[in-house]
């Protein structure tokens, strides 16, 4: 009877330890929940924002289709908030400031200070500053911007911003995604533009986005379409499309550096006298250990090189399997390895230039299975698997009897019920 009355004590203890259990997991689940808010005007946009924010965050705000003007900038101060179109095209939801200007009256249209930030499905335009800035001196880590188009912001679109007192805290993990950037007059309002400008930036994925038009109406070159600097390290920036932009990608500066890094299966293209100015499509500047590999440009400007390495301290770079029309070049005492290049690229070899479609038109046949096997690189711009045949391509596209013509992306405008 003893043992007995001991064995069923230890089944009872052991039944309400899981029963226990069992509730701890559901509060957990449910303190993670996160609730949804249904907003269909601007003043319900910015009412449920600072709901948001004095619930702690964890709150999906579902904006219906329309156009919103705002009136003040969008503060996230809670983690878990998200931004997304009910409808899920990104076209039907435009959230806007009072002007692309200096004396417009809001600044930056999304300020986010906090983590695990999404916006997705919207399109954000005509702001003072910028139209979204992660703040990463506030630790914003893990945004993730997505199926969003952005534009016509009087300067960079989306900034990641620093304190430049204390760069050990940064935002990291973040992620943009099949958006489009672009100026709509063709042009920028003025120099100091730019698509994503990140400081401190570490560890983030920029993919299969578009960038147009980000140039200077003047002869002061425009920031980049896309530049990660100021003590950056480890981004990812592939598969991207960047057309008449002044400069295409940049990792670091003179004086604030970058560290490591991948730039591949980009494909830029800028036309003859397009704008004022124009510069390098790809450029190191300070950016030691970064890798740049097959990607495509074809420039019909003037300026004469397509990818830069620069400074002393950019060192261990490796440079390979990138297609384009103009040279390669070390400057400044930069060291690294440029090999299974095609600096010789005609127009009549890609399928539509100056759209920025750079896929092959035919097998050329120094192009074609000449790039060298490198660690990590398995698909092409388009996600198609490398090799097609019995070397890997130099550039962006992997040409190959089942991938003659370009595959599209998955629709991202399109949401089961």
């Known amino acids: 009877m003893r043992t007995a009355f001991k064995t069923s004590a230890k089944i009872q203890a052991v039944n309400l330890v899981r029963a226990c259990g069992i509730v701890l997991l559901l509060c957990a689940f449910d303190a993670n929940a996160q609730t949804t808010i249904n907003v269909s005007t601007a003043a319900q946009l910015q009412s449920a924002v600072q709901t948001a924010n004095g619930a702690g965050g964890n709150r999906v705000i579902s904006v219906a289709d329309g156009t919103y003007t705002l009136s003040d900038t969008l503060y ?20 806007q400031g009072t002007g692309m200007s200096a004396s417009a009256s809001v600044g930056t249209l999304v ?7 999404q916006l997705r499905y919207v399109t954000l335009q005509k702001s003072k500053y910028h ?6 001196e506030n630790n914003a880590d893990s945004p993730s911007l997505r199926d969003c188009i952005l534009r016509d ?20 993990n973040g992620l943009v995604e099949n958006c489009l950037f672009e100026y709509t007059a063709g042009i920028g309002p003025q120099y100091y533009i730019g698509g994503i400008d990140a400081h401190g930036a570490k560890n983030w994925v920029v993919r299969r986005n578009t960038f147009r038009n980000i140039a200077s109406p003047s002869n002061s070159v425009a920031e980049f379409a896309v530049h990660f600097w100021n003590t950056s390290a480890n981004n990812t920036v592939e598969r991207n499309t960047i057309i008449n932009c002044d400069r295409g990608i940049g990792f670091g500066l003179q004086g604030m550096g970058n ?13 003859a006298n397009n704008h004022a100015f124009a510069d390098s499509a790809i450029a190191l500047a300070e ?3 970064t890798r740049v590999y097959n990607n495509t440009v074809y420039n019909e400007n003037s300026f004469p090189w397509a ?3 620069r400074f002393g301290s950019t060192t261990g770079v490796d440079i390979s399997n990138n297609l384009v029309n103009r040279q390669i070049i070390a400057r400044d005492g930069a060291s690294g390895t440029a090999t299974n290049n095609v600096t010789n690229a005609v127009a009549n070899w890609f399928t539509a230039p100056a759209s920025g479609n750079l896929h092959l ?3 050329i046949t120094s192009v074609v299975d000449k790039g060298k096997t490198i660690s990590g690189l398995t698909d092409d711009f388009d996600g198609e698997a490398r090799p097609a045949g019995a070397g890997i391509d130099i550039g962006a596209d992997e040409f190959g009897a089942a991938t003659a013509t370009p595959k599209p992306n998955p629709p991202t405008d399109v949401r089961a019920n």
């Open 111 to 117: 300020r986010v200070a906090a983590s695990g930030f």
């Open 153 to 172: 912001a009087y300067e960079q679109m989306v900034k990641v911003s620093i304190n430049p007192s204390d760069k050990s805290v940064t935002s990291d």
């Open 307 to 309: 990818i830069e390495y």
């Open 259 to 271: 560290t490591g890094g991948v730039i591949r299966n980009n494909m830029l293209y800028h036309a």
């Open 131 to 136: 139209l979204v800035q992660i703040t990463g």
């Open 361 to 363: 038109t035919s097998a």
């Open 287 to 289: 950016s030691p250990n």
């Open 76 to 95: 996230i101060n809670a983690p878990n908030i998200s931004i997304i179109g009910a409808s899920s095209n990104r076209a039907n939801v435009i959230i």
